[in-house]
């Protein structure tokens, strides 16, 4: 029997998780692999979270909720917005998702059409790539060349070239860690509303960062999709849940999408997650250790020839220029782990242009094995 390809499953793979199945691999052989690879807390889920999701289980079935989200974790977020932005957003306007990658799968689907043109930041989080190219989406790749982070004059830019449908931008973002200024923020979502263009504001990152206050999209315009999760600050990826913020129209499409695609996110990790906004003082103990990661990569990683090629203003991440030391980081990247038993991402991940001379370095782990990790990598370049 013949079986069929299709050309939307033709996508560069993730080569993030690559190096994480490979580091998985020399770890189950007996190597003491570090994975500096990963954008995942080493942490687990706060104690309220676990406490809520055991009960959950001894008491009853866990089953199918509202395609939504159950109503006291669609209320709990909408709680969350006030408390932490002061904005109010009304539950009405939050569907729950099976983490943030169900979260783009349905904002892609639901918000775009097969050859809209949308655009996205290089370096940028190269799932956004994939899963719309996949979808057939005309994915335009807009080059920061030593921006920091995406700006208004971008935008209109690539607009003027060929008129965009969309854009999605990250803030706290990944790779970089770079954060939009609240202004530059402003200006972004006021661009897109002057010239038509529909925004995906990825938030997964807020409560993350380090130099200056968490601005949401939302605070300039309820017409931007948010999309966040409790996958990062929160440590809950392997519960796979996460969230959206919707403009009233895109409610019903969204929950329509998600009826058949998903059902609903799981049960089991809602009930857990409603729990998540009251553990602020031991994911704040975590965070204080990311913070300390983060001074030691910025002092550490320049001394052993990495320069940083952003500012590390959030998320737990570290972009650096390796151009010194390679002009090929995915060969880098093998040999480091092989030799050095350290893991970390090549840029072709994030840059399929520029990003040779890139390795990106997750500081979400333990000060000891971040610091273990450095020494390491020092003692392999000699």
């Known amino acids: 029997m013949a079986v069929s390809l299709s ?8 080569h993030a998780m690559d190096v994480l199945a490979e580091a998985n691999r020399l770890k189950a052989l007996g190597k003491p692999v570090i994975s500096m690879a990963v954008g995942q807390p080493s942490d687990p ?5 676990r406490e809520a999701a055991a009960k959950a289980l001894v008491e009853g079935r866990i089953g199918y909720t509202d395609a939504l989200g159950t109503a006291e974790l669609r209320n709990a977020i909408a709680a969350h917005y006030q408390e932490y932005y002061g904005l ?6 939050i569907a729950v998702t099976t983490g943030s990658s169900a979260a783009f799968n349905l904002a892609f689907l639901a918000m775009f059409d097969t050859g809209d043109r949308v655009a996205i930041a290089a370096p940028g989080y190269p799932a956004y790539r994939n899963i719309m190219k996949a979808l057939g989406l005309d994915v335009v790749e807009i080059e920061l060349e030593g921006a920091a982070y995406l700006r208004s004059e971008h935008l209109r830019e690539a607009h003027a070239e060929k008129p965009l449908k969309g854009a999605v931008f990250a803030s706290p973002a990944n790779p970089t860690g770079a954060v939009v200024p609240a202004d530059d923020l402003e200006a972004l979502v006021r661009t897109a509303e002057e010239l038509g263009i529909a925004l995906i504001s990825d938030e997964i990152y807020h409560r993350l960062a380090y130099s200056a206050p968490d601005t949401t999209a939302l605070a300039f315009s309820p017409d931007v999709t948010v999309i966040n999760s409790f996958s990062k600050y929160y440590c809950m990826t392997g519960w796979r849940i996460g969230w959206m913020v919707l403009p009233e129209k895109l409610v019903r499409p969204v929950e329509r999408v998600q009826q058949s695609l998903y059902i609903s996110a799981p049960e089991l990790s809602q009930i857990g997650a409603t729990q998540a906004f009251r553990a602020t003082d031991e994911l704040e103990a975590v965070k204080a250790r990311y913070a300390w990661n983060r001074d030691l990569l910025m002092q550490r990683l320049p001394e052993l020839g990495f320069s940083l090629a952003a500012p590390m203003d959030g998320a737990f991440y570290a972009y650096c220029d390796v151009s ?3 002009n090929d980081s995915m060969e880098f990247a093998r040999a480091m782990l092989a030799e050095a038993h350290v893991a970390a991402t090549p840029g072709h991940d994030f840059d399929p242009l520029a990003g040779q001379r890139f390795m990106r370095f997750s500081y979400a782990g333990s000060h000891d094995d971040m610091a273990e990790a450095l020494d390491r990598i020092g003692r392999w370049l000699g």
């Open 7 to 14: 050309r939307r499953g033709d996508v560069e793979p993730f």
């Open 45 to 49: 889920a706060p104690t309220l979270v």
């Open 88 to 93: 109010e957003v009304p539950a009405t306007r």
């Open 324 to 326: 010194r030391l390679t």
